[in-house]
C-alpha cells in the first residue's frame, strides 16, 4: 500500500509537472500568433454582441442624449469627418458610391437615411443592428422612440434632472459648457414633472421624494432597465452622506426662488443621489455612470475620476445596487478594472473604443481580460455625428474596433501561452455578450 501511495503520488508530482511546464506563459508571442488571431477573429465575427451603451437615434431627433456639445468643443483625431473609416462604415452597410462626404456626395447617403426615417417602423434599425451582428442594445434616451424595436433596444433613462430643482443660474454662468447643459436638464426635469403631473415644485422634500420615486417606477414600467448619471459633466462624482435633516432645510429654503450657494447645492445633490441610489435597489434598476473624459472643452478630469465613486461602490449598503461604469473610466482604465472587482461594479469600453484606434484598445482590453473577464462589456456609444456620418456608422466603427481588438488581445495571450484557444472563445463570449446579457437578465 505505502509503494504504491509513494508511486502514485510521484506520477501525479511529474504530471503536474510537465502540465505547469506547457502552461508557463512567456512575455513574447510566438510566430503564429497572426494565424491565431485570423482564426479567432473568423469566430468571434460569429457572435452576437449585447452592447452596453448606444445613442441608437435619426440625427434629428432630440430625445437621443439628456446632453449636447458645446459648440466649437475640440474633437479628437478619430472622431473628426476627414477619418477615411467613416466612409468604410458608410460602403460597408449602405454600400456608399464615393470615397469622402463632399456635400454632394453626402446627399446621397442623407437621402437614405431621411428616407428610412420618413418610412417609419422598427424594421430599419433592427436591420443595422443585423448588418453587424448586435443582437441588443441599451439605448440611452430621454424618451423610448417609436422606431426602435422594444424586443432589441432597452430603455436607459437619465436622472441627473433630479440633481437640479433649482434656480441654476449662478452655474449656467460658471462656463460655455455648463451653459449649454444644464437647460437641458431643466428641460427633462420639467418633462418628467409632466409626465408625472406634478404642478410646479412639491411643497417639501417628502412631497419631491415621492416625486422621484414615482417617476422611476414608471420609466422602469416603460422599459427602462437602468437609470443614468452624466453627474460627471456638471459637478465630482464624489458623494457625500448628508442627513436628511441638511437637505430638507436646503429645499424649503430654495423651492420657491434664491441662489444656493455651491455647498448647499451640493449638500442637496449628495442626499438626492443617495436616494436616487436605494430607489434603485428597490426597484432592481442598474445604475450607469458617465465615468471618462468627456466632451467640452471645461470638462474636469480630477472631478470625473471614477475614483471619487469608490466610497458609493464600496459602500455595504449598496451592495445589492449593480454599478455600471461606462467608458472604461478612460483614460483610467486600469484604476476601472480594479473597481470591478467588488463583485456589483461593472464596465464597459463604449466611447473609449474609438477614441483610440484598434492597436490601443487592444492593449487596454488584454489587461481587462487577464484581470476580471467576467466585469467588461462591449459598449458602442453610436451616436450621430451629423447628417451624414449617424449612429449607424458609429455602431460599425465600434463594433468593428472591437471584435478585432478582443480578437488581437486574446491571440496575443493564446500565444503566449495563457491559455488555449478554446478558452480565449469563451472570454470573447464574455466581453461581447453573455457578461451584460447575465447583468440584464437574459438569457446567454
Ligand atoms: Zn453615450
Known amino acids: 500500500m505505502k509503494r504504491v501511495f509513494h508511486f502514485g503520488t510521484i506520477l501525479l508530482m511529474s504530471l503536474a509537472g510537465s502540465a505547469a511546464a506547457q502552461a508557463q506563459s512567456r512575455p513574447l508571442p510566438t510566430s503564429d500568433v497572426q494565424k491565431v488571431y485570423d482564426r479567432l477573429l473568423e469566430q468571434i465575427d460569429a457572435i452576437p454582441i ?116 433649482f434656480d441654476n443660474h449662478k452655474l449656467i454662468a460658471k462656463n460655455g459648457d455648463l451653459g449649454v447643459y444644464l437647460p437641458l436638464q431643466e428641460k427633462v426635469l420639467a418633462r418628467y414633472m409632466q409626465q408625472e403631473n406634478v404642478n410646479g415644485l412639491p411643497a417639501d422634500l417628502a412631497g419631491y421624494e415621492a416625486f422621484l420615486r ?28 448628508p442627513p436628511r435633516e441638511k437637505a430638507e432645510a436646503i429645499y424649503s429654503q430654495f423651492r420657491a426662488g434664491g441662489l444656493p ?14 436616494m436616487l441610489i436605494d430607489q ?101 456609444d453610436a451616436f450621430p455625428f451629423n447628417d451624414a456620418v449617424g449612429a449607424e456608422e458609429t455602431f460599425w466603427l465600434a463594433a468593428r474596433s472591437a471584435r478585432t481588438a478582443v480578437a488581437a488581445a486574446l491571440a496575443e495571450l493564446v500565444a503566449e501561452g495563457a491559455f488555449t484557444e478554446q478558452k480565449a472563445l469563451e472570454l470573447a463570449r464574455l466581453y461581447l455578450h453573455d457578461n451584460a446579457a447575465k447583468l440584464y437578465g437574459e438569457k446567454q
Open 50 to 165: 449585447y452592447d452596453n451603451h448606444s445613442h441608437a437615434t435619426f440625427p434629428d431627433d432630440s430625445d437621443m442624449d439628456a446632453m449636447a456639445s458645446p459648440p466649437e468643443e475640440s474633437t479628437v483625431m478619430r472622431l473628426r469627418d476627414s477619418n477615411p473609416e467613416f466612409v468604410a462604415a458608410a460602403k460597408a452597410l449602405f454600400g456608399y458610391p464615393y470615397d469622402d462626404f463632399k456635400p454632394e456626395h453626402a446627399k446621397w447617403l442623407i437621402d437614405k437615411k431621411k428616407a428610412a426615417e420618413a418610412a417609419g417602423g422598427t424594421a430599419y434599425w433592427d436591420g443595422i443592428l443585423d448588418k453587424m451582428n448586435i443582437e441588443t442594445c441599451l439605448a440611452n434616451r430621454v424618451a423610448l422612440a417609436p422606431y426602435l424595436d422594444p424586443k432589441r433596444f432597452h430603455w436607459v433613462f437619465f436622472v441627473d434632472s433630479f440633481l437640479f430643482p
Open 214 to 241: 414615482q417617476t422611476l417606477a414608471d420609466n422602469q414600467k416603460k422599459g427602462g432597465v437602468a437609470m443614468k448619471f452624466e453627474a460627471a459633466y456638471f459637478r465630482a462624482l464624489f458623494f457625500r452622506d
Open 261 to 274: 450657494s455651491e455647498d448647499d447645492y451640493q449638500t442637496f445633490q449628495d442626499y438626492v443621489f443617495r
Open 280 to 380: 434603485a435597489a428597490k426597484l432592481k434598476l442598474s445604475v450607469h455612470f458617465h465615468s471618462a473624459v468627456g466632451i467640452g472643452d471645461y470638462f474636469s478630469l480630477r472631478n470625473g475620476h471614477p475614483l471619487n465613486l469608490e466610497n458609493v461602490l464600496r459602500d455595504p449598503r449598496y451592495r445589492h445596487v449593480n454599478f455600471v461604469l461606462i467608458h472604461g473610466g478612460y483614460p483610467y482604465t486600469l484604476d476601472m478594472i480594479w473597481l470591478t472587482a467588488a463583485k456589483n461594479v461593472y464596465t464597459d469600453s463604449s466611447l473609449m473604443g474609438y477614441y483610440v484606434y484598434p492597436s490601443e484598445l487592444k492593449n487596454i482590453l488584454k489587461q481587462w481580460i487577464s484581470l476580471y473577464p467576467e466585469k467588461i462589456m462591449f459598449g458602442s
